[in-house]
């Protein structure tokens, strides 16, 4: 096999997250199309940011940029870092109670002082198109239909799309979080693979990971998974997003990337998962990449959710006749 320039010959299959993604907004904008010529009105997300934090500021920009891309309707409500609990639940209230929006988000982290399960249980499930409420979550652990929170639905796509297989396989997934690491047992499960989930306080980490024939990391930590964390042939996603200031760390890191010790030089930083990407290149059998790999799929499955609550709702209001 021909490998691109600069690559190691022996590397495992990278898996294209940005070409997944693409795939599934070509979907969602099919999708959204096909409501325009039932003249019915595109979907629409209000997404909201409260406070002041740049990195949640640019995840937000993102997100309705893709949405204007794909031809979905957004709106963006900002509330400064001083916002109060009432300001916010009000906006919320009026969010549901608004006919003509389907989706909404409310950006993570919430600034100190708002209180992140109140907020979430203020927002309609039928519009929680983060999947991150009780209902939502419930749904999902009990196999029911709702919403899935979109980092893992986003897995799960590029592995299937990827022709990975998931059913008898031994997954571990390190981490917790109720965005990532819990949604993904869940997933994984319901599609019979036995699934393992880490933190950081289970010993013998790399042991328990070096079983694993799938493995997700998300877990915070730069570079954490190193080659004795996975099993030669394994598949392992990256879902981890992190900066590394140091160009000898960069040259270490990405021994066949030498434009990522330069962008060191010249942008004062580059980006690394929780994996570190040489080992997994030389001992995974597929692996995702940072930038470029699941990243991607959360804004794509973010806009699929959108068209799938414009869907449910529009369908909960027509006669039951006409539903197809
Ligand atoms: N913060 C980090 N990831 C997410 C996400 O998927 N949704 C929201 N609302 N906030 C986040």
Known sequence: MIQPAGRAASEGRRLDG??????????????VAAMAARSEPPPCLAAVLVGDD???AVYVRNKLKACGETGLLSREHRLGAGAGRQELLGLLRSLNDDDAVDGILVQMPLPAGLDR????????????????????????????EGFVPCTPLGIVQLLDRSGVPLEGAEAVVLGRSEIVGKPMAALLLARHATVTVCHSRTPS??????????????????????????????TVIDVGINQVGDEARARELFPHEPERAEQVRRRGYTLVGDVHPAHA????????????GVGPLTVALLLSNTLKAARL???????????P
Do not use: C, M, Y
């Open 54 to 56: 740049p990195a949640s």
């Open 205 to 234: 980490l790399a042991r328990i990971a070096s079983r694993a024939d799938l493995l997700v990391a998300a877990i915070g930590r730069p570079a954490f998974v190193t080659r004795e964390f996975i099993k030669p042939g394994a």
């Open 281 to 292: 290149a030389q001992r995974a059998g597929a692996w995702t990449p940072v930038p470029g």
């Open 18 to 31: 940005r070409a997944a993604a693409a795939a599934i907004r070509a979907e969602v904008a099919a999708g």
């Open 313 to 323: 709702r529009r369908a909960s209001r027509r006669p039951q006749a006409e539903i």
């Open 117 to 144: 399960r109140e907020v979430i249980e203020a927002i309609d499930p039928a519009k929680d198109v983060d999947g991150f409420h009780p209902v939502n979550v419930g749904r999902l652990w009990s196999g029911g």
